[in-house]
């Protein structure tokens, strides 16, 4: 499972987002326009419009979340769509459906998009064969596989801070800011599908990656990974950055049997305050949360303006509300009525 | 919506056949249009210009320039409204919100007048007062276009026209500061 290198020719066929390989370049800055277009919307006194009145979003979360599956469906209701809400706590699965049979009962219900996130790599895959043309499949996270998703909002935030750091709006900056870019992975990589969508999209904007974490909770193998180095010295690149990404230890996912303690993590990988300090005034500190403060990054360092996860999180709706307009308006064209 | 935006949707190539106004006619028409606002609202005070993404945007800053001159110098305040995602046609053809919303001052019982390039059937306008609608309340809305072309298919009409255009239903008629063309598209 390693993130792809380069972006496939192909243009997006816009049936289902499995994975950052679907996207290329051009559609990852469609979906980065349209994001930002949707973020107005957020920001009117009404921040809803009638798009995909009568659509219905189904989000099928077999995996504990509540901040993704709370910014889908809070993104489906900006776009007027109906939202149906399934949890493993709260479902069938519970009492010994299947997945397959849950799915089909979400289907004979009528939704029209299915955001699937599972702990096992691939389930969202399998669901889109299950569902063929009929319903749209968002990976809403699989095991340690991908965060499409995910991906797309930390890119969108990136662009939103280089556009303010050049001083222009977001329209015009474009994504040429992305060329050469310095940003630092660090953390729990291995278990990460965060990082996996994420250095999949950076290497088709042109950045340079370097993962940083200790050699225990790096994948088996990196062939194949479009990076710039690994590091396992924390201090020796954080003078030279531009965005340092910090990913929570997956302790559900058995991080902790890979470290000698928590309290070495901190102190070799933490983002101190100190260590916070040498970054440059322009760099920026994002997350994909759940932040864990005192373990991967320093109570401090959530407070400093440079920190962007709450603006994070607001990007996350506008992006999903972009996937969820691409998904579920047609693309080709066909007859006009203008006027 | 712009004749831009239709051709970039891929619907073929926009094939003039007849000029209708010049630059200089487009002008004049539209300093008529000015004093028509004045004259209607006795005055500009409490009066919006809203353009249409994208063909009405330029036609609402050249209004605004002029209500300007009109009134010595009195600024109006233009902004723009996107209505893509108020379309009632988004599941029938692509319709990609290219553009942004800026609305400079409170819509609350503000005089709002819509500006757009060409009045046809009347549904980019309904959706301009669906959004409306959730963007303020204004007092009045008025509808000024440059071109009217006919064949309404919504109990829609405008307050401040350009040009009213007899036309055919299946002809194109591209219209801005530069000038208002009748033509044909021809497939792709």
Redesign the interface.
Known sequence: MSPSSASPAARWDRRHLLSVADLSRDDLVELLTLSERFAEVGRRPIPKVPALRGRTVGTVFVEASTRTRLSFETAARRLSADVLSFTASSSSLTKGESLRDTVRTIEALGVDCVVVRHGCAGVPTQVARWLGDRVAVVNGGDGWHEHPTQALLDVSTLQQALAARAGVPVEEAGVEGFAGLRVAIVGDVGHSRVARSLVGLLAVLGAKVTLVAPGSLLPASLEGWPLAGVSHDLDAVLGDLDVCYLLRLQTERGAGRFLPSLREYRECFGLSAKRAARLGPDAVVLHPGPMVRGVEIAEEVCEDPRCLVLQQVETGVAVRMAVLYQLLTPGESEEVNRG | ?APEA?AS???GRFVPRVQVLSAADVERALTRMAHEIVERNRGVEGVVLLGLQGGGVPLAERLGALLAEVRDGGRVPVGTV?V???RD?????????????TVPVDLDGAVVVLVDD???????VRAAL??LG???RPKAVQLAVLVD?G?R?LPIRPDFVGKNLPTRRDEEVQAGLDGVVIGEVEPA
């Open positions: 919506m239709s949707a891929g619907r996107d893509a995602l108020y046609d988004i599941g029938l053809r692509p319709v990609q919100p290219e553009a942004a919303t060409v009045l046809f059937t009347g549904r980019t669906a959004a959730d963007l303020g072309r064949h298919e």
